[in-house]
């Protein structure tokens, strides 16, 4: 079994490969102040709650756009598993042209991102991830990584009013109700789900607008599932998409596992 990490902003996702078949998945807290320790039992803990024995991990894979994380994290592993790492990055083979101005500065998930999308669903494909921040990511009909966009999420842009201003509370994020809220809480949902819908359906245009060719749409990230049943395109809700790229690359890296 190959164990995929990908490191975000709120949360940390896991997940156990054997060939194509993901046989677990679980979500923990990013803390940039845990240690190896902390970290290292967290997987454990993850392992034992799916019935996972820990000698089945053969090798890992992270992504990661935390920094201050990927060193605990890479301790983490080889604690619990007594294996290196692969981390995306620099000098990993991903099977993608990368087409932007400095290819090692493109985000790690962007890239396991696009791996998954054009090997899965094909190209020319549009890879939309709704989570902290909403990210799209293009990858042409030859399999290169063409761009992306990045904008604030869903949950950031809720927390940003509450931060922001005196009167906003916070709020749990569900289903809205009519566009035009009657209380403050309905009137911030509406904003937060029917504007991210809008904003996701008009970036769409505007990518199929430039690139003149109507892509296949994958979207992932933990706040899909929230937005885009408001959307008006059509599109591929894809939970696992990240650590599915992330597989993909490490048997490109290491195909003998």
């Known amino acids: ?81 007594k294996v290196d790492a692969l981390f995306v990055g620099p000098g990993v ?18 890239i396991a991102e696009a791996v998954a999308g054009s090997r899965i669903y094909g190209c020319p494909c549009l890879i939309i991830d709704i989570d902290t921040v909403t990210k799209f990511t293009f990858v042409d009909k030859k399999g290169a990584f063409v761009g992306a966009s990045i904008m604030p999420g869903v949950l ?12 906003l509370p916070k709020i749990s994020l569900e289903a809205p109700g009519p566009v035009l809220g009657k209380n403050t809480a309905d009137c911030m949902r509406s904003g937060a789900i029917y504007g991210n819908a809008s904003m996701v359906d008009g970036m769409i245009d505007r990518v199929i607008e430039e690139q003149g060719l109507s892509p296949y749409i994958c979207v992932t990230g933990e706040a899909s599932t929230l937005v885009v049943p408001y959307c008006n395109h059509k599109m591929q809700l894809d939970e696992h998409l990240v650590l599915k790229g992330l597989n993909f690359i490490y048997r490109k890296n290491n195909p003998v596992d």
């Open 1 to 81: 079994m190959i164990l995929t990490v990908d490191i975000g902003n709120s949360a940390i996702t896991i997940g156990g490969f054997v060939g194509d078949e993901l046989r677990f998945s679980s979500r923990i807290s990013t803390d940039r102040q845990k240690t190896a320790d902390e970290y290292a039992i967290s997987i454990l803990n993850s392992l034992a709650l799916y019935g996972i024995d820990k000698s089945s991990i053969k090798g890992a894979i992270v992504s990661s756009v935390v920094p201050p994380v990927n060193s605990a994290m890479r301790e983490a592993i080889r604690l619990v598993f």
């Open 93 to 110: 083979k991903s099977g993608i042209s990368i087409q932007c101005d400095i290819p090692s500065s493109v985000g790690a998930d962007l």
């Open 156 to 167: 950031m842009g809720l927390n940003a009013l509450a931060e922001g201003t005196a009167q």
